[in-house]
């Protein structure tokens, strides 16, 4: 469900739950209790919250929750490294014409190898070997 049909609906749902609150709450509770609210206020009001679903609806239910980062070390997980010094476990990559300090979670990897990043250790890079070429 996750990021299907029902997630989105569930997002969608989340998203105008206090246009319905705030609509029971105007046009059932407050007149129970005898106080009239004038139409036109509750008009406003509700006019206020449904504008504001509108500019961030977008965002919401295209997943912008749950983006990667676009900037700063986060990033970077999930690149490809070429490796430029033998990882042993440790040694280096090169990341868009970087240098990186990089270690290698499971096992080596050779220079010319093309490793990933899965992490981030302070300025070290952690990497691994793509799946289709990690040793048996």
């Not at 983006?67 to 042993?88: F, H, I, N, W, Y």
């Amino acid at each position: 469900m996750a990021g299907g049909k029902g997630a989105r609906l569930l997002k969608l749902i989340a998203l105008i739950a206090d246009e319905i609150i705030v609509g029971v709450f105007l046009l059932v509770v407050l007149p129970a209790l005898g106080i009239e609210v004038p139409v036109l206020i509750i008009g406003l009001i509700l006019g206020v919250l449904i504008v504001k679903d509108v500019l961030i609806a977008p965002y919401v239910l295209r997943g912008g929750l749950e983006k990667r980062p676009q900037t700063g070390p986060e990033s970077l997980v999930g690149r490809t490294a070429m490796v430029v010094e033998d990882l042993s476990p440790e040694g280096s990559v090169k990341l868009d014409g970087e240098l990186w300090r990089a270690e290698c979670l499971h096992g080596t990897a050779r220079r010319g190898e093309k490793v990933r990043v899965v992490g981030i250790e302070g300025t070290k890079l952690l990497v691994e070997l793509p799946a289709s070429e990690e040793p048996q």
